[in-house]
Each structure stands twice: as structure tokens, then as C-alpha cells.
């Protein structure tokens, strides 16, 4: 089965720096990526997704990014603030994420220092 | 749309009984997870539903763990008997096919 491994798992940036967070993930059928924000004690929610026809997606001070034949991904979040520290995951999925589930990395805490 | 409810929010149980966890996805999607987060393993994906039919319950630990999906609008999760090393939190999600999958506000299971 598939396996996402994401890096680093801890993250610490001053406010209005850039935050970088990358995953890989292991079966090349995989075609669709969504990155997921997990405040402590709710739910994790989607930030941003990425489907494989497409290298880079931009939503406000939020990218991602996608390289297909290295079979990685990456988070991008520029002039961080104090609102951004969570914990963010990654995930692969083949069917489109409604069809055959996620499968998540282990998580990177990010943590904001003002 | 209220989003995907589940119950209850908390539960501490004793060792050896039984738990029933609820979930109620958003009204008109057709794809139902159940999944597992602990600090060790991280989101387990436990087992998942499409149109009401179970599709992959590979990820069950094992064989006190069990789910069903009667109808569209509700869905269990129980384990019985119930092990201290079950305590995590169980969230259930979900989409439409190939579409965004929401989670619900999970639930947080105490064993002790």
C-alpha cells in the first residue's frame, strides 16, 4: 500500500518567515495531495490539495507543490503568523481521496516564534 | 450543513467493556471513514465505506474492532472488549467520491 513519509516532524520559524514542510510518498498511482491543519484538540481541516495534472497550486500566503517524478510534494507558507502554528499533514491518495481514503505522514508541528 | 457529527465526544470505559462510537456523515456524500489518531501512529485509516458498503477494513487492528453502516445518514464503530492500548482518538470523515473528505470532531476515547 501506499506510505507518506513527511519531514521534519517539529518546525520552529520567527513570525513573517517562510515555513517549508515536504513529503514523499511511495506509489506512483497516487494522484491526489491535500495538506490537512490540526489545532490542538480539533479536527484536522483542509488547507490546500493538489491533483497530479497539475505541478503548483496557490491560495493566498499558502502553496503547494508537486513533483511527480521524484514522487514528492511540499507545503509552502510564507510571512508566517502566530495563527499558523499547528500541526500540518500531508496525504496521498489514488482514487481522489472520497474513493479510497488518505493515507496521512506522521505530521510536522509548526510553531510560530513572535 | 452541520458537518459530520459524531458520538460521543468523550468516553472513559474500564477495561473489558464494550464501546459504541457514532458518527453521522454530511447529508449527500457517499464515501464514509472511520480513522485512528494516536501520538505513536500517527492518522490511522481504520476502515471505510462507499454507498453503504464496506470497501477496505484492512486497517482494523483486529477482530474487537468491528463497523457498520446501516444506512446513508449513520455509521458505528465498536470494540468490544475494550484494551487500555485503544485509547485514542477516533475520528470519522466524510466526501464525496473524489472529492474533499471532512472530518468530523472526533472522539475521544479513554480506556483504563
Known amino acids: 500500500g501506499e506510505n507518506v513519509e513527511q519531514h521534519p516532524s517539529t518546525l520552529s520559524v520567527q513570525e513573517g518567515d517562510s515555513a517549508v514542510i515536504k513529503c514523499t510518498y511511495s506509489d506512483s498511482a497516487s494522484n491526489y495531495f491535500p495538506w490537512y491543519k490540526q489545532e490542538l484538540g480539533k479536527r484536522p481541516q483542509l488547507i490546500i490539495d493538489?491533483?497530479?495534472?497539475?505541478g503548483e497550486k496557490k491560495d493566498q500566503r499558502i502553496a503547494v507543490t508537486l513533483n511527480k517524478t521524484a514522487k514528492h510534494f511540499s507545503l509552502h507558507i510564507t510571512e508566517t503568523q502566530p495563527e499558523d502554528s499547528a500541526v500540518y499533514f500531508c496525504?496521498?491518495?489514488?482514487?481522489?481521496?472520497?474513493?479510497?481514503?488518505?493515507?496521512f505522514g506522521k505530521g510536522t508541528h509548526l510553531i510560530i516564534q513572535p | 450543513d452541520a458537518g459530520v457529527i459524531q458520538s460521543p465526544r468523550h468516553e472513559v470505559t474500564e477495561m473489558g467493556q464494550e464501546v459504541t462510537l457514532r458518527c453521522k456523515p454530511i447529508?449527500?456524500?457517499?464515501?464514509l471513514f472511520w480513522y485512528r489518531q494516536t501520538m505513536m501512529r500517527g492518522l490511522e485509516l481504520l476502515i471505510y465505506f462507499n454507498n453503504n458498503v464496506p470497501i477496505d477494513d484492512s486497517g482494523m487492528p483486529e477482530d474487537r474492532f468491528s463497523a457498520k453502516m446501516p444506512n446513508a445518514s449513520f455509521s458505528t464503530l465498536k470494540i468490544q472488549p475494550s484494551e487500555p492500548r485503544d485509547s485514542a482518538v477516533y475520528f470519522c470523515?466524510?466526501?464525496?467520491?473524489?472529492?474533499?473528505?471532512?472530518f468530523g470532531e472526533g472522539s475521544w476515547l479513554t480506556v483504563v
Open positions: 470523515a466524510s466526501s464525496q467520491l473524489e472529492n474533499t473528505i471532512y
Open positions: 493538489i491533483r497530479s495534472n497539475v
Open positions: 496525504a496521498a491518495s489514488i482514487g481522489g481521496g472520497g474513493a479510497d481514503g488518505l493515507t
Open positions: 447529508s449527500g456524500h457517499n464515501s
